[in-house]
């Protein structure tokens, strides 16, 4: 059928059909805390990841259909590891893979059929907090570096906000965390208590030799997260060093 | 082949490779990157391209391993580097430590250390330490046209086992043959007169602190005897490299550590220049 579409009506067209594939996902938040950078997303599964290690100092935070940003997160792991072994770990940075995934998701949107309904959030460490880069890459291929924390997925313009009123860049982790989890579960308007069980938390850890990246799973995040709520309930900001 | 790496995105490869392991991958799309790449195929005595790099002791102790090597590299009768690092912490409960052509070795170790990071990236768990030692092996046996004109490398590689609560001691031929070894065993040019010591120091309930002790009688043991290995060095203060692995983590000696244990083998030589005896009964 060869019908005439407008390019303007084209785009229109493949952005509202990527911003509805990413609303209907759950969000995920990353922010800065008193000793690195947190990374919490809305997810049951254990195993099908949001949140990565991309390499040292980099982690990868994702919203939308999981293949499609798996693909992605495989890619930067490609590159940086290729890059970091062709000239030095140091050599591989946050906004080279920014700008990878940019361009991929570009590409991806301008000559493809079908954009790819993801989000990606791609996070570096520095050695002191000004030294961190927190990038946000579209389904489009626009990439903003944002300041402090960003919010992407479902409705991050709800979380964001949430996330907004209660940012604090010298938090400690457990109130990171709280801040977090309490901006995630403003979602779609609904308030719902977010449980270890359907968290998925990882930091990159300034302190930390090597690799910046891990986990926080099991019983440690129960702890931590009931230590936010305390800490909260007494008013404020807690200044509790996490262990 | 890389054109396109700032501008237009990535080849193809980086988000189609079926594979999850970094040396599959870069042979696909950079194999001038992997080691030993583009020397020649036919060569006559190569040998003296690159310097030896020579002794690795290592031993297990209750709940670890211990790995130490020396720091000399030698070319013919010379000393090529005096501060040389054979020790390579490959993940964080594994090391690698090389003999053999060094400027080979270094690279094998690199490409090594990026592959198990690269496959616990993938796929999102680590190998199993016999995967971790499986695959070195592979990567052995890859470099044995270069090993066949004289560029012979071979590692040790030593873990900690999480799923026996042990560490364990992997040696391998220069086929890529791989050799589990019970307690303690040695590789490079002074590895004889090594292994000899550690096999009169050894007892199975050496604390870390004594384990380390016993690398390092042996190192020097190692050095008394072939010119190839370089003794502590207290004027230069170039000591030996002591790395530890535990069920936390891995762990390489601070250098004043080493300096101290390394200066009472010194002294202890200087009262019995052949070191400590073991009993006879």
Do not use: C
């Amino acid at each position: 059928m060869p019908f005439y579409v407008a390019p303007e009506q084209q785009m229109k067209d493949k952005a509202d059909y990527a911003r509805k594939g990413i609303a209907r996902g759950r969000s995920a938040v990353v922010l800065q805390y008193e000793g690195g950078i947190l990374l919490v997303a809305d997810n049951v599964s254990r195993t099908l990841h949001k949140i990565s290690e991309l390499y040292d100092r980099i982690a990868f935070a994702a919203v939308g259909r999981y293949p499609e940003f798996e693909n992605l997160r495989l890619m930067g792991v490609r590159f940086a590891d290729v890059r970091g072994y062709q000239y030095d770990r140091r050599d591989v940075s946050g906004r080279q893979l920014a700008n990878i995934y940019a361009q991929t998701l570009g590409t991806v949107f301008s000559e493809s059929l079908k954009p790819w309904e993801v989000e990606i959030v791609v996070a570096e460490v520095g050695d002191t907090p000004d030294g961190d880069e927190i990038y946000r890459i579209t389904f489009d291929g626009s990439i903003v570096d944002e300041q402090g924390f960003v919010a992407v997925g479902g409705s991050s313009e709800q979380v964001s906000q949430a996330l907004k009123d209660r940012f604090a860049a010298d938090a400690s982790l457990a109130a990171a965390l709280d801040a977090a989890t309490r901006a995630l579960s403003r979602e779609n308007g609904e308030e719902r208590e977010l449980e270890a069980a359907n968290l998925e938390v990882a930091v990159l850890e300034r302190s930390r030799d090597h690799r910046k990246f891990r986990r926080i799973q099991g019983p440690r995040l129960v702890s931590l997260l009931e230590e936010g709520r305390g800490g909260s309930a007494a008013g404020g900001s807690t200044t509790e060093d996490d262990a | 082949m890389f054109e396109g790496f700032e501008g237009k995105g990535l080849p193809a490869s980086f988000m189609s490779a079926g594979t999850s392991s970094f040396t599959e991958f870069l042979r696909e799309v950079r194999p001038e990157l992997l080691p030993g790449h583009g020397l020649p195929a036919q060569g006559i005595a190569a040998e003296h391209l690159t310097p030896d790099a020579t002794t690795i002791v290592a031993l297990t102790f209750p709940g670890g391993v211990l790995i130490a090597g020396d720091r000399r590299a030698t070319q013919g009768n010379m000393i090529a580097n005096r501060d040389m690092e054979k020790l390579f912490r490959t993940d964080e409960f594994s090391a690698v430590a090389i003999a053999g052509s060094a400027g080979i070795g270094i690279e094998l170790a690199r490409l090594y250390q990026v592959e198990l990071e690269h496959y616990e990236k993938m796929e999102g768990r680590s190998l199993s330490l016999e995967g971790k030692a499986n695959k070195l092996s592979q990567m052995v046996r890859g470099n044995l046209g270069m090993a066949m004109q004289g560029f012979v490398v071979v590692p040790l590689f030593v873990g900690y086992d999480e799923n026996h609560d042990k560490g364990r001691v992997f040696s391998y031929d220069a086929t890529g043959g791989r050799y589990e070894e019970q307690r303690y065993h040695s590789i490079g040019s002074g590895s004889v007169f090594a292994r000899g010591s550690v096999k009169k120091l050894y007892r199975e309930d050496l604390g870390e602190s004594d384990a380390a002790k016993v690398a390092l009688e042996s190192l020097y043991d190692a050095a008394d005897d072939d010119s190839a290995t370089g003794g502590p060095d207290l004027h230069r203060k170039i000591f030996p490299l002591v790395d530890v692995i535990t069920r936390d983590g891995h762990r390489r000696l601070p250098t004043d550590e080493v300096a101290r244990l390394a200066t009472e083998v010194v002294q202890g030589r200087a009262v019995r220049p052949d070191g400590p005896t073991a009993p006879l009964a």
